[in-house]
């Protein structure tokens, strides 16, 4: 029963023999009725047991979603990407329910971002994060046979021969940047990612042991794992110790700080050093040095050149793997890139399976008995 009160519109019905008596919020008595209906059906439901339609989200309320629930367990690098990766989502698919996504949708969106001269390998990392919001949603297997990945190179990393090193090492310790050259260093002897080396902290470094021990890694897969240092790495990050006599355990190896000029002679001078707080980047530091050196590489290719390295001194790719961090689908990943280390690798094994050569003076020996 619809009746009016003051200038709104109520209603009133027993169900289950129970009164209910609510407003309808509105003067209209046509949108009175239809809420009365609404709010019966509602609870006929809740009473025989039956669950409410809940219509599916909009990508754009399903994405933050999936950023909000994930953020915990992600590194900071980790979030950054993928919400970097959502601001270029939401345009094309921000308003359409999850459900009404197609692959032809995906399509064009691959083809609109290769209008906008995006790399194959971002689009693609873009499309993963569509593919995680729709796996969220169990809506992904059955656009996955549809939708195809962009080819992407393989061979891209640069691996430095000594050459190329030993003139980035004279240009890196010629750097502003004090801490370029121990970076540098590390980056080539230990194969630890940029952010790896941003954020570690004299906690993780063990001196006397010799070992670093990795803490929020690029994957769940890095997270923790321990990386002995070699006699040049050791040598190079006691010496960048004895920079900070009164570092502590939660200080950042490289911290933050600035470099200015001071005399005639423009000797550059370290100041306000933060050690709470990591470098921000040796990007500018690295591509004057790389300009100088005349070598073209990127930072990254110091983890190559240290997996190239590791392979071709005979290291098992499962060893290189958990040293790297690799989760299992990026090891078989990388198996495949660097197939070609290990075919001596195989040669060597298979000849393991040979009998022992008999001694010379055993064989002579024997051809003189049957005389």
Not at 44 to 60: A, D, Q, T
Not at 285 to 304: G, K, M, N, Y
Not at 363 to 370: F, I, L, P
């Amino acid at each position: 029963m619809l009746y009016r009160r003051g200038r709104g519109w109520w209603f009133e019905f027993v169900i289950g023999g129970r009164r209910y008596r609510e407003t309808t919020r509105t003067t209209s008595r046509l949108l009175a009725a239809r809420v009365e209906r609404k709010r019966r059906r509602e609870i006929e439901e809740s009473i025989n047991g039956i669950r409410p339609r809940v219509l599916p989200p909009l990508f754009s309320d399903a994405a933050e979603d999936y950023l909000t629930r994930k953020r915990p367990s992600w590194a900071p690098k980790t979030y950054v990407i993928e919400a970097t990766n959502l601001k270029h989502l939401k345009p094309h698919f921000g308003r359409l329910l999850v459900t009404d996504l197609t692959d032809r949708d995906i399509a064009a969106y691959q083809q609109a971002r290769q209008d906008a001269n995006a790399a194959h390998k971002t689009i693609n990392n873009e499309v993963g994060t569509l593919r995680a919001i729709l796996r969220r949603h169990r809506l992904w297997a059955q656009l996955a046979p549809d939708v195809r990945m962009l080819p992407v190179r393989t061979d891209i990393g640069v691996a430095l021969t000594p050459e190329q090193e030993e003139k980035l090492v004279r240009a890196c310790a010629a750097s502003r940047s004090r801490s370029l050259l121990p970076a540098f260093t590390l980056g080539i002897h230990t194969g630890l990612r940029n952010e790896e080396l941003r954020f570690l902290q004299w906690r993780r470094v063990d001196l006397l042991t010799k070992v670093i021990t990795v803490g929020k890694a690029k994957t769940p897969s890095g997270d923790g794992r321990v990386i002995p240092l070699n006699q040049t790495a050791a040598r190079v990050l006691s010496a960048w110790a004895q920079q900070f006599p009164d570092r502590r355990p939660e200080h950042y190896v490289f911290p933050s700080e600035r470099v200015g000029f001071s005399g005639i002679d423009e000797i550059s001078q370290v100041y306000g050093t933060d050690p709470l707080r990591p470098i921000g980047s040796w990007k500018v530091a690295w591509t004057s040095a790389r300009i100088v050196a005349s070598v073209q590489c990127r930072f990254h290719d110091l983890r190559h050149t240290c997996i190239t390295r590791l392979l071709e001194r005979g290291v098992p790719l499962a060893v290189v793997a958990s040293l790297m961090g690799w989760s299992p689908a990026t090891t078989a990943r990388m198996a495949k890139r660097y197939a070609h280390f290990g075919d001596s690798a195989q040669r060597r094994a298979m000849e393991t399976l040979d009998p022992p050569t008999a001694p010379a003076s055993a064989a002579s020996n024997k051809q003189e008995t049957v005389q």
